[in-house]
């Protein structure tokens, strides 16, 4: 990141870079300023130069890579790096972060940041770390943000991003990221290497681990130490990454400092340089300064599978298949009556792409399980409690088709329910033991204790977790109705909650007996819950 001169006041922000007319800017929002400028730059970019795309390299397995493709008149593919202004060779690259692409075995996603426009920028891959002989020129997103208050100046974020294609299953790649003057290649430069697997051609046992609501702390840094641990294939964040925006609101009136993305996307490095890091959008990700809604900063700084109903509007909402599990990322920002401003912004399309995928899913040869994460909590009773729009809108396609999984943030906390069915207890779930989705019902977890202020349960309630078990026969919480007003509920269903930073571990298991090993820990590395889920057998 680097700081723009400062703008005049906090009503009349900087004219930003390549300009927009004084009369213009004032008859503007900032969203309507910034899909102004990146159509100028779409227009700039096309007379630059246009999306190369590289050929096949021999022996190591790529067979094709280029810059990731993007909408037309979204990003912008800088070939020459025209506005590069410092030396290459004293910039250095940081906050690698991999995400797949639709399919896992032959595709991944490379995404980083530099802190002053480069030139060239590019990806070098092999399978040693020392045969780096494949390289692929990246594409650049440049992001700029207005001054927002007299205290935040104007910012100028670069993201670069470049797609591998045609990579071999379960294989073991060496990467480094590049640009003029800087060469992961140099004897010098070989501690900047990372490295990658793909998912292998045939289902094997595997580990994810999930969590929603990070931020930057101590708390955030450990959590993300103790994932390395468990070796996960992939890693899901269920939304509130680095809380840039601190207010939440999805509005341009919230405090908002782009700034903290850099120490974010800084803090993950350590696990996603090698760990692909599948997010999708919270609240606090609806940054109003961006356009479309709120997500042209999201779309500039990951690269996610674009598979959804609408990868230009929606860049939270996907799909992937690793190994016996079918992962769907879904934006809860579209359906949630507690925080209005995106709800309702597919006009229904996400809700229909979601229920034939699900069907897809489900149909499929090899898919054992079905995992489904998103941000707002369809069941939980801290402080957010549960949002009735995700209720009304995707809960019933859940039942439909049998999800096995679902995955929540939002509320700063650990809790997890027993296994639902039409809204009621289809099967206690005791810590330590089994449920069949098939006959049970869903089980949902809130996994919000990645790293941000935790949040507490009611008045009398207390923790229930391993090694510390208080049932409650029933606990008195809310859910949120379409007027935005909090509903009250009296609920069994909450049968494990623990106040405190933690993450869920998932080991998938294939075979005869397919299942999936759900455990909870916390950031002491202490086991919380654990728990399984089979389909189709008897259930202890």
Known sequence: MTASPRGTTPTTPQTPRFGIPERLARRMSMPEQHEYLRKKVSRRSALIGSIATAGAAGGVGVLAGSASTAEAGTHTLVTAGATATVDGSLVAPFGRHLAFGADPKTQMRISWQVPFAVKRPYVRVGLRPWELSRKIEAEVRPLHTPSLSRKLPAVDQYYLHAALDGLRPGTTYYYGVGHEGFDPADASRLSTIGSFRTAPAKAEKF?????GDQGVSYHALANDQLILGQNPSFHLHAGDLCYADSSGHGKESDTYDARVWDQFLAQTESVAASVPWMVTTGNHDMEAWYSPNGYGGQSARWSLPENGPDPSLAPGVYSFVYGNVGVIALDANDVSYEIP??????????????????????????IDFIVVFFHHCAYSTSTHASDGGVRDAWVGLFEKHQVDLVINGHNHVYERTDAIKGGEVGRPLPIGATTDSTRDGIVYVTAGGAGKDLYGFGLGVQDSYEGHVHDHDHIVTFHWTKLRLPDPDTVEWSRVRYTGFSFLAVEAEPGSRPKLKVTALAESGERIDAFEVVRGRSAG
């Open 341 to 366: 401003a995106n709800t309702g912004y597919t006009d229904g399309k996400q809700a229909a792409w979601l229920d034939k995928r699900l069907g897809q899913l489900r149909s499929q040869q090899g």
């Open 207 to 211: 580990v994810f681990t999930a969590f």
